[in-house]
């Protein structure tokens, strides 16, 4: 286990630690990624084994940043019927997240309380909540997450949600990029795991660009 804990000093808490956990306050945002009917229900199309199981480690730590001023954003897989990112398309996924389906709905469990970024919504493709690229010119585009959270003066964020190994890991590593200090919380993350062992290579990936393991 990739298990991290009393290393939040790194992530600039010096004065708030508490170990192993995070501590919120209005400079500090969840983000919470892509915890949709699809990844999260056995029934969905791309469920991600365990899915569900984050859904309650997620809304605890929703009260949590709520109690202390903090922020919480959510992202959205959110596909046309047709993209290169299906395999009807030529891409490698099962269609799922159509947007206005069922699959591409919240976890009926989910406390959904603050601003909500759909990727793809005209058709691009990608994984990160911050960024998505056109697929025809595979030009990168940003979305709205690194503005909204620059608005409100946010320096740090956490990283939750499906899936470790494709969304989690380009949100959290593009949250790098962007300057932002970013942790993940390893007991609120599932993985697809493609090829075994995907969802432990992408944890030590982030972690080796400077994410926090919490
Ligand atoms: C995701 C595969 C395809 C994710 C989205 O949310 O991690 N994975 N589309
Ligand atoms: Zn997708």
Request: hydrophobic share 40%.
């Amino acid at each position: 286990m990739l298990l991290a804990i009393g290393r939040w000093r790194l992530f600039g808490f010096d004065t708030m630690e508490r170990v192993g956990a995070v501590s919120y306050d209005s400079a500090t945002a969840l983000i919470v990624v892509d915890v949709q009917n699809d990844f999260a229900d056995p029934k969905g199309s791309l469920y991600v084994n365990s899915g569900e199981e984050v859904v309650p480690v997620i809304n605890a730590e929703i009260e949590a940043a709520k109690a202390d001023g903090g922020h919480i954003f959510y992202t959205a897989d959110w596909h046309p019927e047709s993209t290169p990112h299906f395999q009807t398309d030529g891409g490698i996924w099962p269609v799922h997240c159509v947007g206005d389906t069922w699959g591409a709905e919240f976890h009926p469990d989910l406390v959904v309380d603050g601003p909500v970024i759909r990727k793809g919504t005209n058709g691009e493709d990608g994984y990160s909540g911050f960024t998505m690229q056109n697929p025809e010119t595979m030009e990168t585009i940003p979305t709205r997450l690194a503005e909204l959270l620059r608005d409100r003066r946010i320096e740090r964020i956490v990283v939750v949600g499906l899936a470790t190994d494709y969304c989690v890991k380009a949100t959290a590593l593009d949250g790098k990029t962007a300057g932002f200090n970013v942790a993940l919380m390893t007991d609120a993350v599932r993985s697809v795991d493609l090829t075994p062992g995907d969802g432990q290579r992408a944890l030590a990936d982030v972690e080796a660009a400077g994410v926090v393991l919490v």
